[in-house]
T-cell receptor, first 114, second 116 residues
Framework: AQTVTQSQPEMSVQEAETVTLSCTYD???????LFWYKQPPSRQMILVIR??????QNATENRFSVNFQKAAKSFSLKISDSQLGDAAMYFC???????????FGTGTRLTVIP | GAVVSQHPSRVICKSGTSVKIECRSL??????MFWYRQFPKKSLMLMAT?????????EQGVEKDKFLINHASLTLSTLTVTSAHPEDSSFYIC????????????FGSGTRLTVV
C-alpha cells in the first residue's frame, strides 16, 4: 500500500526566510502524481503545487518549489521569502496515475514568526 | 473556477439523529466526489468515493449503512450520517477532481460535526 510520511509534525520559520518541509512516500509504481496542499486555520484545503513523476524538472510556483527525488522517493517543499500568510498545516499527497485516491501524509504545521 | 461549495460548515446534532452534508460543484460538473474525514490534528482519511448515477465505493472499515452517500446529479453529492453517535464527531471534507484528475482536486470548506 502507498504510504506518505511527513517526519516533521511542526516547523517554524522567520518571516522572509526560507523553510523546507520534508515528505517521503512508498510506492512500487512508476507513474504517479505528487501534491502539496495547504490547510490554513479556515480548514479550506488549497493546492500549493503538483509534480508529475515522469517529469524530471522540479515544479515551481512563485515562492514555492519542490525537490523531487524519484529514486529516493522524496518530495520536499521549499517556501522562500516566507510570509505570515504561509502559516498553515501542509499536507503532502500522492496519487497513482489512473487511480482516484489521494493518499495524504500526516501533515506539518508551519508557524511563521514575525 | 472549480469551486466546491459544502454545507453546512458547522452542525450540532443529538445522538441518534441523522445529519446531511451537501457538496455542490458550482462551475463544473463533478462526476466523482471524494469524502474525507479529518480527526483533530490528523490527516485526511478517505471514506468513500461517490460517482454520479452509481453506488458509492467505500473504503475498508467505513460503514456503508452509517455513512450514506448519494450522487444523484453532476453537481451534487451528499453524505448522510445516520443514527449519529458522539464518536462520529469530526471534520468532514468533500473533494472533486479538477477537469482531469491529474490536475489535482478542489476541496469543499469542510463541515464540523458535533454529536451531543
Amino acid at each position: 500500500a502507498q504510504t506518505v510520511t511527513q517526519s516533521q509534525p511542526e516547523m517554524s520559520v522567520q518571516e522572509a526566510e526560507t523553510v523546507t518541509l520534508s515528505c517521503t512516500y512508498d510506492t512500487s509504481e512508476s507513474d504517479y502524481y505528487l501534491f502539496w496542499y495547504k490547510q490554513p486555520p479556515s480548514r479550506q484545503m488549497i493546492l500549493v503545487i503538483r509534480q508529475e513523476a515522469y517529469k524530471q524538472q522540479n515544479a515551481t510556483e512563485n515562492r514555492f518549489s519542490v525537490n523531487f527525488q524519484k529514486a529516493a522517493k522524496s518530495f520536499s517543499l521549499k517556501i522562500s521569502d516566507s510570509q505570515l500568510g504561509d502559516a498553515a498545516m501542509y499536507f503532502c499527497a500522492y496519487r497513482e496515475a489512473g487511480a482516484n485516491n489521494l493518499f495524504f501524509g500526516t501533515g506539518t504545521r508551519l508557524t511563521v514568526i514575525p | 473556477g472549480a469551486v466546491v461549495s459544502q454545507h453546512p460548515s458547522r452542525v450540532i446534532c443529538k445522538s441518534g439523529t441523522s445529519v446531511k452534508i451537501e457538496c455542490r460543484s458550482l462551475d463544473f460538473q463533478a462526476t466523482t466526489m471524494f469524502w474525507y474525514r479529518q480527526f483533530p490534528k490528523k490527516s485526511l482519511m478517505l471514506m468513500a468515493t461517490s460517482n454520479e448515477g452509481s453506488k458509492a465505493t467505500y473504503e475498508q472499515g467505513v460503514e456503508k449503512d452509517k455513512f450514506l452517500i448519494n450522487h444523484a446529479s453532476l453537481t451534487l453529492s451528499t453524505l448522510t450520517v445516520t443514527s449519529a453517535h458522539p464518536e462520529d464527531s469530526s471534520f468532514y471534507i468533500c473533494s472533486a477532481p479538477i477537469l482531469r484528475v491529474d490536475y489535482g482536486y478542489t476541496f469543499g470548506s469542510g463541515t464540523r460535526l458535533t454529536v451531543v
